[in-house]
T-cell receptor, first 111, second 115 residues
Framework: KQEVTQIPAALSVPEGENLVLNCSFT??????LQWFRQDPGKGLTSLLL?????REQTSGRLNASLDKSSGRSTLYIAASQPGDSATYLC??????????FGKGTRLHILP | IAGITQAPTSQILAAGRRMTLRCTQD?????MYWYRQDLGLGLRLIHY???????GKGEVPDGYSVSRANTDDFPLTLASAVPSQTSVYFC??????????????FGSGTRLTVV
């Protein structure tokens, strides 16, 4: 059974710093991995989608990597801003076409 | 704007009452999903539908039912609500094809409180 883990559960960093959020998964037989952002009381907004054949995706200040063999993905945020404060979730789409979510990392950017 | 619409946005419901959460998408996505999100437990799949006319059970299906009469709509029904069904419910959709290229689109959620 696929398990997705995100560590740490919460993270506070000063504004302007670069940071990395981690996601690990136990079953490497995946179609893709998706990173989401969730603001308090809101729905999930898709940030980046990495197909199983890809190693990274970039969008603006965000860069997501995927290493299927080690069961790891990272989300790199460059030059963090207070507006980046949110919960970040990773989700893995398995070969059974079911998506499994991590429990998220709550990110707080200190002004 | 293309996307998923959920209604209501929030609801307080007496235990034992019946409630249907509505979900409509205008992207012609094949697959639709219902998740509940609870503090400390993350997102858990309740029911899903890979295409109109078919449905399947997810991780926590008990106490819930769904139907998929057409591509756009995927309502979730609580036949007799209980306090443990207090949660935030998210509907999601995805275009499915052999390449599995697409990611998921989520609605903005329904916050349900059963008292």
């Amino acid at each position: 059974k696929q398990e997705v883990t995100q560590i740490p559960a919460a993270l506070s960093v000063p504004e302007g710093e670069n940071l990395v959020l981690n996601c690990s998964f136990t079953d490497s037989a995946i179609y893709n991995l998706q990173w989401f952002r969730q603001d308090p009381g809101k729905g999930l907004t898709s940030l980046l989608l990495i197909q199983s054949s890809q190693r990274e995706q970039t969008s603006g200040r965000l860069n997501a990597s995927l290493d299927k063999s080690s069961g790891r993905s990272t989300l790199y945020i460059a030059a963090s801003q207070p507006g980046d404060s949110a919960t970040y979730l990773c989700a893995v789409l398995g070969r059974d076409d079911k998506i499994i979510f991590g429990k998220g990392t709550r990110l707080h950017i200190l002004p | 704007i293309a996307g998923i619409t959920q209604a209501p946005t929030s609801q307080i419901l007496a235990a034992g009452r019946r409630m249907t959460l509505r979900c409509t998408q205008d992207m012609r996505h094949n697959a639709m999903y219902w998740y509940r999100q609870d503090l400390g437990l993350g997102l858990r799949l309740i029911h899903y539908s890979n295409t109109a006319g078919t449905t399947g059970k997810g991780e926590v299906p008990d106490g819930y039912s769904v139907s998929r009469a057409n591509t756009d709509d995927f309502p979730l029904t609580l036949a007799s609500a209980v306090p443990s069904q207090t949660s935030v419910y998210f509907c999601a959709s995805k275009r499915t094809d052999y390449e599995q290229l697409d990611g998921y689109t989520f609605g903005s959620g329904t916050r349900l409180t059963v008292v």
